[in-house]
């Protein structure tokens, strides 16, 4: 049977996953991300679990809302143009299995500026903090993830009132974990 773990960066994007279901805070930023997820990997059998990513995301395009699966995860705070330039592969972009397609930009700068924004627009819709790192640990492990985000903010200056705005995002990524659990059989 499988099983599955919720990873959110910060308890309130937790808020409204139902009980039971096993809830790892990984801290602000991809290397926290990482950390958390590969201890917690490392510290369990994972022949059947599943790691479902939850968290809102900033809006990278205008009119970009709701709910996505992203298909595709970029490291965009890496220079990847340089290591590849010494002959190395940066892995800036891992793919995601059972995305809808849509591409999130994950790095450790906490978006607000509008020439970032633009600049990250070029190759993704959204943005943020962990994403990257919660899905390299998983896939170093071998294990399976979906990665859930909810648009809370444009990644413009309105992104400084996430504290609150965090709770109506919480919500519906806690119907969307209830609801995918349930159709799965866990």
Known sequence: ???????????????????GL???????GKTAAAVAVAR????????????LNVGTTGALRDGVSGLYLPSTVINHDVNAEAIRGIGLD????????????SVLASGDVFVTDPVVRARLA??????DME???VVY??????VPVRVVKHVSDDADDSARDWPALVDRSAKIL???????????GG
């Open 22 to 28: 096993p809830v790892v805070i990984t801290g602000v």
């Open 40 to 51: 917690l990997l490392g510290e369990r059998d994972t022949s059947d679990l599943v790691v």
């Open 1 to 19: 049977m499988t099983q599955y773990v919720v990873v959110s960066a910060v308890r309130g994007e937790a808020r409204y996953v139902p009980e």
């Open 131 to 133: 994403a990257y790192g």
């Open 122 to 127: 070029e190759r993704a819709q959204l943005v």
């Open 137 to 142: 640990a998983c896939r170093e492990f071998g």
């Open 90 to 101: 940066p892995q800036e972009e891992l793919a995601v299995e059972g995305g809808d397609g």
């Open 174 to 184: 806690g119907e969307w974990v209830t609801e995918f659990v349930a159709s799965s």
